[in-house]
C-alpha cells in the first residue's frame, strides 16, 4: 500500500460515515424489478411509474389519498381480549401482536370518517403489514363498529380489503368473525346505505369468503389477487393447470366477479360518482309522461 492510499482512503472515509446515508432511498418494483426513487415512487401513490404495478399501501396512506384533503378522523375500535386461546408456535401469540404494533403503529384495520368527493363517508381501510391483514377478533370488531357509524352518520361504507384471511392463532374464534362481518353488512342493507368493497392485492381466504363479496359495488385496483385458496393449493387438489391470470382481478372481471377494475389514482374520483348514484336515486330531470296511443275507432 502506497502512502497516497494510506492517507487518501481513510480521510476520504472519514467524510462518509454509513449512518449519514439513508438505506431506503430507492424500492425496487417486485413487477419489473426496476429500481424507483422513494420520493418519486409516494409522488405517485406508490404506482410504478414504469409497469404500472400496484405496490402495497400501508392503511393510513390509503385513507388519506381517499378522503377530501387527506383529512379524516378516525375511531376507537372496541378492545377484545389479546390472546384468548394463549396461543404459541414458534412465538408467543402476545409477543407478535407486540412486535405487529411496534412496526405499524396500529393493527390490522383503521376505521375512519370524513367526506369523499363531498359525500359523508366511513372507510375501513386494512394494513398487510400487521400479520398480512388477518382477520382476528379484533378485525371484526372494527368492521361491525365502522358499519353502525355509517349507519348513525347516514354515510356510505367502504372497506379496503388487503389480507391472508382469518387469523389462525385465534382458531375457532377468528372464523365466526365471518358470520359476524355478515351481520355487519346486512345492517347497512337494512338502512338502505351504500357498501362498497375496494379489492386490493391480495384478499384471499376468509376475508374473500365472507364481507369482501358481499358488496353492491365490487371494485378492485389492477393486478390485484383475489380468491380463497392460492393457486398452487388448487393445482394439486384438482390436477390441473390454471390458466395464466387466474385470481387476478382483470381475470375476475372477464368471469364477473367483480364490477370494475380501477386505478388508484382514479379510485377517489369513481367512488364519489358511485356514491352519488347509490345514495342519489331520484330522477335528475322532469319525469315526463308519455301519451298513450288511442285505440282506432272502428
Known sequence: MSWLDRFARPK????FRKDDIPQDLWEKCPNCEQM?????LENNQRVCPHCDHHLRLDARKRLTYLFDDGEFQTIELPEVAADPLRFRDR??????????????????????????????????????????GSMGVAVGEALLAGARLAVLQD????????????????????????????????????????????LTNPTT????????????IAIAEPGAVIGFAGVRVIEDTIREKLPEGFQRSEHLLEHGMIDMVVRRHDLRATLSKLISLLRNTAPTAEVVELAR??????
Open 91 to 132: 412465538k408467543r401469540y402476545q409477543d407478535r401482536l407486540r412486535d405487529a404494533r411496534s412496526e405499524t403503529n396500529q393493527d390490522a384495520v383503521i376505521v375512519a370518517h370524513g367526506t369523499l368527493g363531498g359525500h359523508s363517508a366511513v372507510v375501513a381501510a386494512f394494513d398487510f403489514a400487521f400479520l398480512g
Open 36 to 40: 424507483i426513487f422513494h420520493r418519486e
Open 155 to 198: 354515510s356510505a361504507f367502504i372497506v379496503v380489503p388487503a389480507s391472508g384471511g382469518a387469523r389462525m392463532q385465534e382458531g375457532t374464534l377468528s372464523l365466526m368473525q365471518m358470520v359476524r362481518t355478515t351481520v355487519a353488512v346486512d345492517e347497512l342493507k337494512e338502512a338502505h346505505l351504500p357498501y362498497i368493497v375496494v
Open 293 to 298: 296511443p288511442q285505440a282506432d275507432e272502428t
Open 12 to 15: 476520504v472515509r472519514g467524510l
Open 205 to 216: 381466504g376468509g376475508v374473500t369468503a365472507s364481507f369482501a363479496m358481499l358488496g353492491d
